[in-house]
């Protein structure tokens, strides 16, 4: 399979670009380096995907966190102490779920829910062992992939 890895680099990313490794042609896409793209802009999304076509599986680890109250949320911190994030994931979920029973062609679309990753908390001066390692994450990212899941969410932590 061809697959486009979107955040290729990052904690997760790399931890998945290991996992699929030998088995799949896999395209990395990041925001600085090899092929890039800005997540944000949906120019650069729609350019990638006239790039590298045709593919057979699109997995975005890529992602922006920042931590603060709910009064202290602006649209340029999307994900901050827990209400934030818990929004964006309900809202995915919902997504994935509609999605799935409108795909054309037989497509599939899932979400995985990884946990804390134990080397984001390490470096956050947190405690590691609160969280997974971002492999055992990358376990249900291969599975979304390589199984014949649709329109789920799938929690990391039953991958490990």
């Given at each position: 399979m061809k697959v486009v890895v979107i955040g290729a680099t990052g904690t997760i990313g790399k931890a998945l670009v290991t996992a699929l490794g030998g088995r799949h042609e896999l395209i990395r896409v990041t925001r600085k380096l090899g092929i890039k793209v800005d997540i944000e802009d949906s120019?650069?999304?729609?350019?990638?995907?006239e790039n590298v076509k045709p593919i057979d599986a699109v997995v975005c680890c890529a992602?922006?966190?920042?931590?603060?109250?709910?009064?202290?949320?602006t649209d340029d911190e999307p994900m901050a102490g827990g209400a934030a994030i818990s929004m964006v994931n309900?809202?995915?979920e919902g997504f994935v779920l509609g999605a799935s029973v409108e795909m054309p062609r037989s497509l599939r679309?899932?979400?995985?829910?990884?946990?804390?990753?134990?080397?984001t908390l390490k470096a956050l001066d947190m405690?590691?062992?609160?969280g997974i390692t971002a492999a055992a994450?990358?376990?249900?990212?291969?599975?979304?992939?390589?199984?014949?899941?649709?329109g789920q969410t799938l929690d990391a932590r039953k991958f490990v």
């Open positions: 120019r650069s999304i729609k350019q990638l995907f992602g922006r966190t920042v931590f603060r109250p709910l009064p202290q949320l309900a809202g995915l679309v899932n979400v995985v829910n990884p946990p804390w990753i134990s080397e405690d590691p062992s609160l994450a990358a376990k249900a990212y291969v599975a979304a992939i390589e199984g014949n899941y649709n």
